[in-house]
């Protein structure tokens, strides 16, 4: 091809690119306002960071912390996770608010800095739920020689901590930069948690890759994920025009000490009653009595013993 006609076809292909009246409309093109700030992913990574070093301090950031540098160092970290806090918050609710050139973007700064103080009051909180969480992902694991390895090496605090952070965030209406944490996590660890989740304490999953926590989920306490497990929704309900319906409750319900193992598929707004087990590769669409055991042969609780095929 000769470079006129080259130079033509680049011209023809740049202008219906830049065409963005039609991707707009459809929500495929978001226009930048002059002053607003905008969510960085290198940004979210050293939050990420800092919130790691901040709650487990030796493992994650500097190693050469001591008892005596210890409130010094957290100090520092607090506060430079603050100022990023507030800069994303208020990068997000930028990003997702249509507002007017010229228009004054104050007020998002004004309630990203309260969003962002508030998340710092509930860092000690988080804590305490991510130190439950390395307690059961030690005594769930016999390879595991002591907490640090878990701490170090485990992908599942990894994302648990994105996940809890994200989870608070979530709760505070921050918009997007919440779904950008988990999505790192995911990204990193193979672990899909959505920041709506609603997970309790001592929770954990073994190896992680392939698991996916949906938004309506709830988990209550000691409960245990296997790799390839799926907590997710059935078909949508749609409206009048055929669009998914959403903003309804469509994942799964598991109870305490439920014990789901690797590949299996729980699916729908059902209740996993207390204390189930769920065999691997099972496919749970029905509400399980509290003690029951999934297996891909047969469904046994205390009292009873009912074939898969007559109740699934």
């Given at each position: 091809m000769d470079s006129d006609k080259l130079a033509s076809l680049f011209s023809d292909t740049v202008a219906t690119l830049s065409d963005c009246s039609e991707m707009k409309e459809k929500g495929f093109f978001h226009e930048y306002r002059e002053s607003d700030p905008l969510p960085s992913a290198k940004t979210l990574e050293e939050i990420v960071d800092l919130c790691r070093s901040i709650f487990f301090p030796g493992f994650y950031g500097r190693s050469s912390i001591n008892k005596h540098t210890l409130k010094y160092t957290i100090g520092v970290s607090v506060e430079r996770l603050h100022n990023l806090l507030i800069k994303q918050i208020a990068a997000g609710l930028c990003f997702t608010t249509k507002t007017k050139q010229g228009e004054s973007n104050e007020p998002f700064y004004k309630k990203a800095e309260e969003i962002a103080t508030k998340l710092l009051q509930e860092l000690p909180n988080i804590r305490k739920t991510l130190e439950t969480d390395?307690?059961?992902?030690?005594?769930?694991?016999?390879?595991?020689?002591?907490?640090?390895?878990?701490?170090?090496?485990?992908?599942?605090?990894?994302?648990?901590?994105?996940?809890?952070?994200?989870?608070?965030?979530?709760?505070?209406?921050?918009?997007?930069?919440?779904?950008?944490?988990?999505?790192?996590?995911?990204?990193?660890?193979?672990?899909?948690?959505?920041?709506?989740?609603?997970?309790?304490?001592?929770?954990?999953?073994?190896?992680?890759?392939?698991?996916?926590?949906?938004?309506?989920?709830?988990?209550?306490?000691?409960?245990?994920?296997?790799?390839?497990?799926?907590?997710?929704?059935?078909?949508?309900?749609?409206?009048?025009?055929?669009?998914?319906?959403?903003?309804?409750?469509?994942?799964?319900?598991?109870?305490?000490?439920?014990?789901?193992?690797?590949n299996a598929s729980v699916l729908g707004r059902i209740t996993i009653g207390k204390g189930t087990i769920i065999g691997g590769n099972v496919w749970v669409t029905e509400n399980t009595e509290p003690g029951s055991i999934i297996v891909q042969a047969q469904k046994e609780s205390k009292n009873n013993s009912i074939n898969l095929s007559e109740s699934y």
């Open positions: 390395v307690i059961a992902a030690f005594n769930g694991d016999p390879a595991a020689d002591n907490v640090s390895e878990i701490i170090s090496c485990y992908p599942v605090i990894k994302t648990l901590i994105n996940y809890r952070v994200a989870h608070e965030l979530f709760k505070l209406e921050v918009p997007l930069i919440p779904r950008m944490l988990t999505e790192m996590a995911h990204s990193e660890t193979g672990i899909d948690i959505h920041p709506g989740a609603q997970i309790g304490n001592y929770f954990t999953i073994d190896h992680g890759t392939g698991v996916v926590i949906g938004a309506t989920c709830i988990i209550g306490n000691h409960v245990k994920l296997y790799q390839g497990v799926t907590l997710g929704a059935k078909s949508f309900p749609l409206d009048e025009e055929g669009n998914p319906v959403k903003g309804i409750p469509r994942h799964p319900i598991l109870e305490d000490n439920v014990i789901v193992y690797s």
